[in-house]
């Protein structure tokens, strides 16, 4: 099956991570489907891309999807840093409507679909964080939502297993809009390189080509996977 004949569905794909692995796939000559909340001039401009206005967290929503589909990503996120005594219930309820609750409604939407894939194996990418796994002061609303999406993701791989494969990607700290306000200037960006053993930020485009190979076939013995692209942060201690 050639890329041109596989049809992708990217969920949050106007800006950040979202919009590099939409230029990444269209480029590699796969057929894309790609959601956002709203546009304005922020539609990516690929060939080979049905764009739809899609709120993940408006129940009301339907996707418009092809007949078959060869991979669901899913990728709307939030940041919402503060100390636990100041979260309120409105603040974890955003964060689990747009990380966990919005991937719950596209993937029942979606599953019909994937479940046509004339693939071999069709495959879901959801997105954590490092601070699901790794402990971060005024972290636990997002921390909360998602590890829900991994524990989500581990179970779908079993479920879903041999016809469908499901993983995780787990960035640390990106240079991505949402992140603009950790890293307003250069000082707080030099103070969060310096968080990573790596001694950088993460970079958009490398995701993307992590997302590329998760969809591909290069990856279909690999499912139930939570993987980390975080520069070591989550795994590694300098002494």
Avoid: W
Avoid at 87 to 113: H, I, K, S, Y
């Amino acid at each position: 099956m050639t890329h041109s004949s596989k049809h992708i569905l990217i969920v949050g794909g106007a800006s950040g991570i979202g919009r590099q692995v939409t230029a990444r796939l269209s480029n590699s000559g796969y057929a894309l489907t790609v959601t956002a909340r709203s546009y304005g001039s922020t539609a990516p401009g690929c060939p080979g891309i049905a764009l739809q206005q899609f709120d993940v967290t408006n129940p009301a929503h339907m996707l418009e999807l092809p007949e078959a589909l060869d991979a669901v990503i899913y990728m709307p996120g939030t940041i919402t840093l503060k100390p636990f005594h100041r979260l309120t219930r409105e603040d974890f309820d955003r964060e689990m409507e747009v990380n966990f609750f919005g991937a719950v409604r596209v993937l029942q939407q979606a599953l019909p679909a994937l479940k046509r894939t004339s693939s071999k194996c069709a495959s879901i990418v959801l997105f954590s964080s490092v601070a699901a796994t790794t402990g971060m002061p005024f972290h636990a609303s997002i921390a909360a939502a998602k590890a829900a999406i991994e524990g989500l993701g581990r179970s779908l791989a079993a479920e879903l297993a041999p016809n469908i494969r499901v993983n995780v990607v787990a960035p640390s700290l990106t240079d991505t809009p949402l992140a603009a306000s950790l890293l307003s200037d250069e000082k707080r960006a030099e103070a969060a390189a310096k968080r990573h053993p790596l001694n950088r930020i993460g970079d958009p485009g490398e995701i993307a080509e992590l997302v590329e190979f998760l969809v591909s076939d290069a990856s279909r013995f690999m499912t139930g996977q939570v993987i980390g692209i975080d520069g070591g942060i989550s795994s590694v201690r300098q002494f």
